[in-house]
DNA sequence: CAGGATCCAACATGATACTG
DNA sequence: CAGTATCATGTTGGATCCTG
């Protein structure tokens, strides 16, 4: 539900969940997070280590991220433009939380859920 | 992002954390768990504590949280119709991850960050 | 290399009205 | 009471082509 993006969350206590979830909704976010918690990568790295990902959306998920303050964008002035993003400690500070998310989705979903109701998959 | 819902979480590291963050993404769906965390409760009573929620809406996010057996729904054959919402076990697992996401919300978007990007807010 | 611009389909949510 | 049905809208993300 990324559309709702920093909610005012002085509404009921699920608010301040709702925005922080929306830090790292989007498709890709969580993904392009976990990888560059592992270091510093360039545009076309990421995009390499993510099959599936297009340049647009890649670039938007990245730009998000970057306004939210999760990864820092460098871009150095050369002729072949070079552009890295690397997590600030904001966005290292959340670590945890998505290794619990992880852990969460590994031991429920994977182990004796699997749901499955997947209206898009 | 609620329309991945149950990706395969087979790919890369981070699939697993959107297939959670799917089953609480949602405009509602984590403000309506918080509520029933504290207690089993009833539809209207749930559309009660959460303005600003449409019939529609909230129905189905509450389908989809039963879907994914995070809640549990309790129909009683009465004239008035009456149904109850219960958290599941797998619900309430779900509770220190919920808490922390409030938690780091609360920290980091209300004290130092408040990013502010707010495209709907 | 790292995007920007444009077009488009799918979906999520809201508004409103109706019902067993 | 607890929905269902229908309509309308905004946003997300994909496809494709273009560029400094």
Same mark, same amino acid.
């Given at each position: 539900?990324?559309?709702?993006?920093?909610?005012?969350?002085?509404?009921?206590?699920?608010?301040?969940?709702?925005?922080?979830?929306?830090?790292?909704?989007?498709?890709?976010?969580?993904?392009?997070?976990?990888?560059?918690?592992?270091?510093?990568?360039?545009?076309?790295? @990421?995009?390499? *280590?993510?099959?599936?990902?297009?340049?647009? +959306?890649? /670039?938007?998920?990245? &730009?998000? $991220?970057?306004?939210?303050?999760?990864?820092?964008?460098? @871009?150095?002035? *050369?002729?072949?433009?070079?552009?890295?993003? +690397?997590? /600030?400690?904001?966005? &290292?500070? $959340?670590?945890?939380?998505?290794?619990?998310?992880?852990?969460?989705?590994?031991?429920?979903?994977?182990?004796?859920?699997?749901?499955?109701?997947?209206?898009?998959?």
């Amino acid at each position: 539900m990324a559309k709702v993006r920093h909610s005012r969350f002085d509404c009921d206590p699920g608010c301040a969940v709702e925005a922080t979830i929306s830090l790292i909704d989007g498709k890709w976010k969580c993904v392009v997070l976990f990888h560059l918690l592992t270091g510093t990568m360039r545009f076309n790295e @990421i995009r390499r *280590q993510i099959s599936g990902v297009t340049q647009r +959306t890649l /670039t938007n998920q990245l &730009r998000e $991220l970057e306004e939210d303050g999760l990864i820092e964008r460098k @871009i150095y002035a *050369q002729v072949p433009p070079k552009v890295e993003y +690397t997590v /600030t400690p904001l966005g &290292r500070s $959340l670590q945890p939380i998505l290794v619990a998310l992880k852990f969460w989705g590994d031991e429920n979903i994977g182990r004796f859920g699997k749901p499955e109701r997947a209206n898009a998959a």
